[in-house]
């Protein structure tokens, strides 16, 4: 009896192992071939030198790329913008996504109308909320420069994308449109893990709402603030497609990855194009380590 | 046993999911055709990859001529161009017949991505594109074949010039401030429409206004010489920048291409056009096509004592190395070139032909709308790199278009950014 | 208190909604009512025209730039659903699979194989693109639509393999351990019991999977040059382009483009007000 069930234990070990590796095959050769292998080219790509299109010697060139994109003042500001875009995003998505999620957080009529709607922001895709948008900012038939004319509150139009910091402020506006909803989500599934005993306990103890929400809602939000901020960062981060769509590769908005791709695509300089691409990806696996830590700290 | 086939089965199935990802073929996959007789292109199918129109009706006749059938691709001209660079860097097959700006020819030429044409083009097809032959020359061969003997002129509304009061277009920058001030007052609020965004046909302006100033962008030697702020690259970018301040240009044009902005001219919001192509006078007198039908008209670009220096920027076809089907694609641009086909897509897609039978003809017959103005244009006509575009051009270019956009919203003094731009350019030399 | 919370909830619904209809009413008024100054928001003479000259294409030209080519929109829509569709459906056969070997037949190395597809996670997609150009330019793959599938495929498979991963993790093995001991093998275990059990699981995933594939930008954008391939979102920021001086064509595209994922989105708002049950 025994040896028989031992027969049926191995055959059935082995099978799992077998089926096991079988299973995740597709998974894993797609990844190695389509996103690891690519990966290597890249690196490859971003430590050798431009070749006689660029009147260089072909070869390694060891870290030099890095270093000139670096010093590159065009890939500064670059940083620099992308720095503010990403401040700018998460600080106004999670004041805004608390807002929000306390606004929806209780039931009341119609919040599943409100809650459809408030997904579709995040839905479109990116481009198309740039291609919205423009409609609102453009110089000559936008709906600001009207609305705020007719207003009186400007003289004339303005071309709100050309400002310095202005742009970046606009540009950053539509791409938090595009991000809030999920943001929202985050927090509204953070509030709701609180137990309404800890509210009631806090309302014997005489606390008004804005109390409560101080000291007793804000200090449990955390580990959703940490998933918020981390998701917001990484998002910001590699902002490109609202950019494209509405300014192109000037320079006053350039993030990273639109400077990736002018230098790549535009300009085929696919050595520099790698290194400040990698550069970015550096500080991105950055944050995303951090947001795994706070997901584990969250789902504890 | 039943189960072990069958997991055998299933794991056939998986792996040879997987194994998609490595799967080669698929298109069309003859080779390169050999020989040019016309009977062994026949049922081939080429990619033409050009960033204007092009009417079906005359890519069928091509077709019904020679029995290859055409996939016209139009792109915009800055997406087309990434897309050429992107492709030939990585060796990959993008069309048969390609683009080929006279700014590719030291890119392009120099790293080999395209086919040299004196082998593959007749004789007299080559005699007869000799004098736009230089532009796409290098090493000795010639790499493309012109199509669009284009170069910079100004156009102007005559209806809204009557209505300022203004008899002639503008010979000098003195006599154009003046008339935007007559047309501002004749209620025109931008009367001259000039593109400024952060692309190609946003920096065109600027080069032509440093020729039309009397200088250049660069020496004989390729040093950069618009850094100085006695030098005509920097007055013609202040000018630029004074413009938009003063009102003369509208404050949009910061984000305008060269086609939206003409739009805007053939839809009647602008007067002048400072920098355009004389291919485009069918276009701004056609009723389907243009709200100024019959008031569009040509002009000398305005210069310092008198009309001033343009410059040409020809267009051509090329076959890149990597095209599949070269014989077929020597074909087209063969009978592209033939005079009653230039001439038909020079009424439809705005491209003044380059040959010289063609262009004898167009103006032999009274054809060439504004012909008067574009043969007196033509002796100010001078190449913006008078040794032809340096294989760095594409980067210079991409610089430009970033610093001078930044430069007119005001960003960046007029100064920093021709500075940023020598130093970048001059780094390209060294 | 109440009042402040109604005023959120008009300032919510006006936000999220407002581009949306400015989009709608752009698309169905006349180039001249657009370009007037001041603009017209609300058109007083409305149009199709906008949808008409973007479904079945116009070859004449209006001043302004009116030249769609015939077809080449529909042709970026149904693009952009057979590689959305296409993508999800690969990429669930891929990830349901593995999410099963890794969560269930726990074999060897499975923990580093799970490492692996997360960490993959962490590598943002652009430092792949330019290595990945390279390897579909090898593979002929460039500018087709089954090119651009496998991308998605390898792009979506951790995410999604992680989410049915912990999908697995959580459901009752009963139902599987029954049908093995009345004899079925693995996999057909997998496939019979397994499968169906995961069928929320799945479907939520199929969701997220359509509506990032359908936002794709960057990618197609590269990997694309005619209308092979070219899905919408691409096709889109070229009317950007070409058309910038006439809103309503602009504006008709990125409506027409915006419904698929609209649609899909109001599917999977259920799912999430079903999960967020709610305090009252």
Not at chain 2, 11 to 20: C, I
Not at chain 3, 227 to 253: R, W
Request: with cysteine.
């Amino acid at each position: 009896m025994r040896a028989w069930r031992n027969r049926e234990g191995d055959r059935s070990a082995r099978e799992a192992q077998v089926l096991g590796w079988l299973f995740v095959a597709p998974a894993v050769a797609a990844v190695v071939v389509l996103i690891l292998y690519p990966l290597v080219t890249g690196f490859k790509q971003s430590i050798r030198s431009g070749g006689f299109l660029f009147g260089e010697k072909p070869g390694y060139v060891g870290l030099r790329n890095y270093k000139d994109v670096i010093h590159d003042p065009t890939s500064q500001s670059a940083m620099r913008h992308t720095v503010e875009y990403v401040l700018l995003a998460v600080s106004l998505e999670i004041v805004l996504g608390i807002a929000i999620a306390v606004t929806l957080h209780r039931v009341f009529r119609g919040r599943g109308f409100v809650l459809a709607v408030l997904i579709l922001p995040w839905a479109l895709p990116s481009v198309v909320s740039g291609v919205l948008w423009r409609r609102v900012f453009d110089p000559d038939n936008g709906m600001l420069n009207s609305v705020l004319m007719q207003l009186h509150i400007i003289s004339h139009p303005q071309v709100w994308l050309a400002s310095g910091r202005g742009a970046i402020f606009y540009i950053t506006l539509v791409h938090v449109w595009g991000v809030l909803p999920l943001i929202s989500l985050i927090f509204l599934a953070g509030l709701q893990s609180i137990p309404d005993e800890v509210y009631s306990a806090s309302a014997v103890d005489g606390a008004t709402p804005w109390r409560q929400f101080r000291h007793v809602t804000l200090p449990l939000l955390r580990p959703s603030i940490a998933i918020a901020l981390t998701v917001g960062t990484l998002l910001a981060i590699s902002i490109f497609d609202e950019i494209y769509v509405l300014n192109g590769t000037a320079l006053n908005t350039r993030s990273i990855l639109i400077q990736v791709y002018n230098t790549t695509f535009v300009e085929a300089d696919f050595a520099h194009g790698t290194a400040l691409a990698f550069l970015l990806a550096v500080v991105t696996a950055v944050f995303g380590g951090l947001y795994a830590l706070a997901l584990r700290r969250a789902t504890v | 046993m039943n189960g072990r086939r069958g997991l055998i089965g299933l794991a056939a199935l998986v792996v040879s999911a997987s194994l998609l990802a490595a799967s080669c073929g698929g298109g069309s996959s003859s080779s390169s055709g050999a020989g040019g007789s016309s009977e062994s292109i026949r049922g081939q199918t080429i990619t033409v990859m050009v960033p204007y129109d092009m009417p079906q009706k005359l890519l069928n006749e091509f077709t019904a001529q020679t029995g290859v059938k055409v996939n016209y691709v139009k792109l915009g001209w800055d997406a087309t161009h990434t897309k050429l660079v992107t492709a030939n860097a990585a060796k990959v097959y993008i069309a048969d017949v390609a683009e080929f700006d006279w700014s590719f020819t030291g890119q392009f030429a120099g790293a080999g991505w395209v086919e040299p044409l004196d082998t593959v083009l007749p004789k007299p097809l080559l005699e007869n594109l000799k004098n736009t032959d230089a532009a796409f020359s290098a090493n000795g061969h010639t790499w493309a074949a012109c199509y669009s003997n284009d170069f910079r002129v100004s156009m102007y509304n005559k209806k809204m010039f009557a209505k300022a009061g203004i008899s002639s277009f503008p010979t000098t920058f003195d006599e154009l401030a003046t008339d935007v001030q007559k047309l501002k007052a004749a209620g025109i609020q931008y009367p001259l429409a000039i593109p400024m965004a952060a692309t190609e046909g946003g920096v065109t302006p600027w080069y032509l206004l440093t020729l039309a100033m009397g200088g250049q962008l660069f020496d004989n030697n390729l040093k950069p010489q618009f850094a100085s702020p006695s030098s005509a690259g920097y007055k013609a970018l202040q000018w630029e920048v004074d413009a938009l301040k003063n009102g003369w240009v509208s404050p949009g044009a910061v984000s305008l291409d060269d086609t939206p902005t003409f739009d805007k001219f053939t839809a009647g919001q602008n007067a002048i056009v400072l920098a355009t192509g004389p291919g485009n006078m069918p276009t701004a007198n056609d009723p389907k096509q243009s709200s100024i039908a019959g008031d569009a008209q040509l002009g000398l670009v305005p210069g310092m004592t008198g009309p001033g220096s343009s410059f040409g920027l020809p267009e051509g076809l090329s076959i890149p190395v990597t095209a599949k089907h070269k014989a077929a694609a020597a074909a087209f641009i063969e009978w592209w070139e033939q005079p009653k086909n230039a001439i038909a897509i020079y009424h439809t897609q705005g491209s003044l032909p380059c040959g010289a039978d063609a262009l004898k003809q167009l103006s032999d017959t009274g054809q060439l709308q504004g012909g008067a103005v574009v043969t007196a244009e033509l002796p100010h006509v001078v190449p913006l790199f008078p040794s032809g575009a340096p294989i760095w051009y594409e980067q210079f270019s991409s610089d430009a278009q970033g610093l001078l956009n930044a430069a007119v919203k005001g960003q960046m003094s007029v100064g920093d950014a021709l500075n940023q731009l020598s130093a970048k350019a001059a780094a390209h030399t060294q | 208190m109440r009042l402040l919370k109604l005023i959120a909830i008009v300032l919510i619904v006006a936000w999220s909604i407002g581009p949306i209809v400015l989009g709608i009413t752009t698309s169905i008024s006349t180039q001249r009512e657009v370009n007037s100054i001041p603009t017209h928001w609300v058109p007083q003479s409305p149009t199709l025209g906008a949808y008409r000259a973007l479904l079945n294409g116009s070859t004449g030209q209006v001043s302004g730039g009116t030249v769609v080519q015939g077809g080449d929109f529909v042709h970026a829509m149904t693009n952009s659903a057979v590689i959305a569709l296409g993508a999800a459906a690969l990429t669930l056969i891929v990830s349901t699979m593995a999410a099963y070997a890794l969560g269930r037949l726990r074999f060897r190395l499975s923990g580093g194989v799970l490492a692996l597809l997360i960490g993959t996670l962490v590598i943002p997609i652009f430092v792949v693109v330019i290595g990945l150009f390279q390897v579909m330019a090898n593979s002929h793959l460039i500018d087709t639509k089954r090119g651009l599938i496998l991308v998605f495929v390898a792009t979506q498979s951790p995410l999604a393999t992680w989410l049915l991963y912990t999908q697995v993790r959580e459901m009752p093995h009963e139902p599987e351990e029954a049908a093995l001991i009345d004899g079925c093998r693995r996999w057909q275990a997998f496939v019979r019991v397994v499968v169906p059990q995961m069928s929320s699981g799945i479907a939520a995933v199929a969701a997220i999977i359509v509506l990032s594939v359908w936002g794709e930008f960057l990618i197609p954008l590269l990997l694309t040059t005619t209308m092979n391939a070219k899905p919408v979102t691409v096709l889109i920021t070229e009317y950007v382009g070409k058309y910038t001086t006439n809103y309503p064509i602009v504006a008709a595209a990125g409506v027409l483009a915006l419904i698929p994922p609209a649609i899909l989105a109001l599917v999977l708002n259920k799912r999430i007000t079903g999960m967020l049950a709610g305090s009252s």
